[in-house]
């Protein structure tokens, strides 16, 4: 409701302009115009075609506590004065009148009031809004801010009472608490994603070294298999070549004791070289030489000659024995 406007009389003809009425009635302008208008209250117009009232009948209309009923027969106003008495009316329906009027003065200032706060209250909303864009929020979360202001924002907890520094703290407390929950969600996203990102690391890393240890067992396999084909193989060739010189060195001791038995009796000779390849067959390894075959196929043809020299030497030591026995005699 507009605040009565403190007015002034005229001092030339003591009339009261509207604003003088309305201050004096406790009434708004726009008010004490309606009643003008409706002839509750007679008024009178200036040469510039300004209303103003007698004191008298404001004095009447405030004294009686009510409306003057329009004089519907009356005809059509004039600026000319009009009599100052009142006209007989109704107590009762004065009095009903008037609290109507006051109900309806009442009513239009609990409307006013109501869309000052309103408007009080939007302007507060706007600050909220307006300091959450330097936060710097997404789109979403700052839909959310406004929707929590909304419904944050009310008389009871920012009432007109408050200071304004006070009421900017509370509204921004409050969308300072919005945007640390959204921080807090935020890292705690983060902090979500980093731990799945090391997980899948630590997944990756542990197969790749499941990987590396079986591609290692796979060489390490394979290098042992060929480390053995390998040795096979030189043990193999080795004891092909062996075989190959153990045969030569048999073939060689065959052979000198052909050389050796070629001009003896054919089945001595014959004899001697079963013994020969026997003891060759027994005996000779594969890293004897030529020479060491040799002397054994030697060993084996003459051994029988060496016993019947030795037999002959003895013979003829007795022999001679007995004949010193007989000279001594």
């Known amino acids: 409701m507009k605040r009565p406007r403190k007015g ?26 309606s009643l003008i208008d409706s002839g509750e209250l007679k008024a009178v117009r200036t040469g510039g075609g300004h209303r103003r009232c007698p004191p008298e009948e404001v004095k009447q209309f405030k004294t009686r506590g009510g409306r003057r009923k329009p004089n519907r027969a009356a005809g059509p106003r004039t600026n000319a004065p009009r009599s100052t008495a009142p006209p007989p009316v109704e107590i009762e329906d004065e009095e009903r009148r008037l609290q109507e009027y006051q109900a309806e003065i009442e009513h239009e200032a609990a409307r006013e009031r109501t869309r000052a706060e309103d408007e009080r209250l939007e302007g507060w909303k706007k600050y909220g809004r307006d300091y959450a864009r330097w936060s710097i929020l997404p789109s979403e979360w700052h839909v959310l801010v406004v929707e929590d202001l909304e419904t944050f924002v009310t008389t009871r907890r920012i009432p007109p009472t408050l200071q304004a520094w006070e009421a900017q703290q509370i509204v921004q407390a409050r969308v300072n608490a919005l945007v640390k929950e959204y921080r807090d969600a935020e890292r705690a996203r983060q902090e979500k994603e980093r731990e799945a990102a090391e997980e899948r690391q630590r997944v990756e890393a542990e197969r790749k070294r499941a990987e590396d240890e079986r591609r290692q067992k796979e060489r390490d396999a394979e290098e042992q298999r060929r480390k053995q084909e390998h040795e096979a193989a030189e043990q193999r060739r080795k004891q092909e070549e062996a075989d190959q010189k153990l045969k030569a060195l048999i073939d060689h001791g065959n052979s000198h004791a052909w050389s050796e038995t070629i001009s003896w009796n054919s089945s001595e000779a014959e004899r001697a070289r079963r013994d020969v390849a026997r003891a060759l067959k027994e005996e000779v390894k594969a890293d004897w030489t030529e020479a060491e075959v040799e002397d054994l196929v030697d060993d084996v043809l003459y051994e029988d000659d060496e016993g019947e020299e030795s037999d002959e030497d003895e013979s003829e030591e007795e022999e001679s024995e007995e004949e010193e026995g007989d000279e001594s005699w």
């Open 8 to 33: 002034r009389s005229n001092g030339r003809d003591g009339l009261l302009s509207v604003g003088d009425v309305a201050q004096r009635l406790g009434m708004s302008e726009d008010v004490v115009r």
